[in-house]
DNA sequence: TTTTGACTTAAAGGTGACTTTAACTTGTAT
DNA sequence: ATACAAGTTAAAGTCACCTTTAAGTCAAAA
């Protein structure tokens, strides 16, 4: 199965234009052309562009997905730096799930001053710190 | 206890020039000045400042930001709206660490293929994918 | 009082990731 | 054969978020 890059981007939920500049940035160096010089996405660059889709989610930029990229495309003997790039992109999306629980906590004890602060229509705490299950690093509550 | 912008920033951990440009597009209206002009930070300052710290974490933009100290300058007329704000910011948290978990399964199954590639010199997968615990949505395994 | 370091502003510069534009080509459908 | 949608490129534009620069001011210490 062959695809136009509008094809693909339709298939993929981007831009066409995005696809463009991914190639013109060197991060689809596996796509091909016709004679006339047109794009032609097979299935495996699908799966090539979900890898980029991935590394993508975790926060990595274009430049170091090209360069991952370009070293899966040497073969086998890049294994190993792509396993320890893959290991260190795991730590970071840990690092970051961690952050957004933290980020989700004081939220949800936002949401809680708030909600209380409409029930009492006076704001909360009026000696009742020891009742709430409110943050240590307890914020302004804004 | 009060700061200069390069206090309140140290403070912070960001640069003084973050807090002069977040001054410039309007989300510091409570940093009050000294008579010669200098910014005068103040404890409660820094409160709103982890405010717009953890709304930043969230993702949400400068533009949007500014508008929800807008609103809670305005007093508790806007708990309403600023309710539902953090309401909203909590689904989208929510769903940004559904989607790094989904990365995080995928690069887990991304190490455990190199790491066994690497075992036996060959791409893993002979017919043994009932025997993995790999992902439905298989992707190319690069 | 003078020095010195940190402050002030407006304006320009930088970065990352695209998107848009303009002029042109390709390739399929009638 | 011709039209036409969708492809091509280089170059410029956009957007969010800062950072840097330049020229000048403030205020605490020597």
Redesign the pocket.
């Known amino acids: 199965m062959l695809y136009?890059?509008?094809?693909?981007?339709k298939k993929l939920g981007?831009?066409?234009?995005?696809?463009?500049?991914?190639?013109?940035?060197g991060l689809l160096p596996f796509v091909e052309?016709?004679?006339?010089?047109?794009?032609?996405f097979k299935d495996s660059d699908y799966e090539w562009l979900q890898v980029i889709g991935c590394l993508?989610k975790t926060?990595?930029?274009?430049?170091d997905?090209k360069s991952f990229i370009e070293m899966a495309m040497q073969g086998d003997e890049t294994i190993e730096p792509r396993l320890a790039l893959i290991v260190k992109q795991k730590e970071s999306v840990k690092a970051q799930i961690a952050e957004l629980e933290e980020t989700l906590r004081t939220l949800e004890f936002k949401q809680w001053y708030y909600e209380t602060a409409k029930k009492t229509a006076l704001p909360p705490f009026r000696g009742i710190w020891h009742l709430t299950n409110c943050r240590s690093n307890f914020e302004k509550c804004v």
Chains 1, 2 share one sequence.
């Open positions: 136009t890059v509008g094809e693909m981007a981007v831009a066409p234009s995005t696809l463009r500049y991914y190639d013109q940035e052309r016709s004679s006339g010089g047109i794009r032609v993508k926060g990595m930029q274009l430049k997905i």
